[in-house]
């Protein structure tokens, strides 16, 4: 995908124009999303905030091509995805979007390492070695380089959700999206946590995008955008 830029020469990771969403069906029908339009920058932390229901959500899970919108354009790298037909969305998704959630879902199975290899693996382009390397390598960003071969289970909160950063930088994506990631932390953990999601990503030149209730953490970012009734205002 080609990159393209704004008025301002910055760099456009992802954007998206007009989308529309609505959920539930006849009388229940309910307009979520109304219209918006957004870029997200290299190098970039954005915060959403809002109240509960304006479409923070439902939103991010568009951008991430985990659901589709009823109209409107996504675009990456300055190139509009296309329609999710033989799996283009999951190959997009998995190329260039990163996630990161309120719970870090690791598979308690697999250690640390095995867990960030996962989407590697799912990408298929590197060799056994270069993944774990790659593993290995952020999770010594994130501060567990001691840790790679721990289970979830011996892990403290705050280290599972930064083994989950770690797992959403694998392939280098162009986009991380994360969803109130340390909305189940405390207060020293989540400052732990958004400060590694934060700094890795932008040093390694990726937009972030963040939904979060925290308005110090919302504070912390380049901007913040403000949701309310399925658009954004301000």
Known sequence: MSETTDLEGKSIALECRDLHKHLGEREMR?????????????????AIVGPSG??????????GLLDRQDSGQILINGEEVPPDKDGAHTRTRGEHIGFVFQFHFLIPEFSAAENVMLPMRKLGRLAD????????????????????????????????QRVAIARSLANLPSVLLADEPTGNLDVKNSLMVFQSLTQLATEKGQAVLIV????????????????QDGQFID
């Open 54 to 63: 304006c479409g923070k959500s439902t939103l991010l899970y568009l951008l």
């Open 30 to 46: 309910v307009h979520v999303l109304r219209g918006v339009n957004l870029k997200l920058y290299q190098g970039e932390v954005s």
């Open 212 to 227: 979060t209730h925290n308005p110090e953490l919302a504070g912390r970012c380049d901007r913040i955008l403000r949701m």
């Open 129 to 160: 070695q270069e993944m774990e390397d790659r593993a290995r390598s952020l999770l010594s960003d994130v501060g567990l380089g001691d840790k790679t071969h721990r289970l979830p289970s011996q892990l403290s909160g705050g280290e599972q």
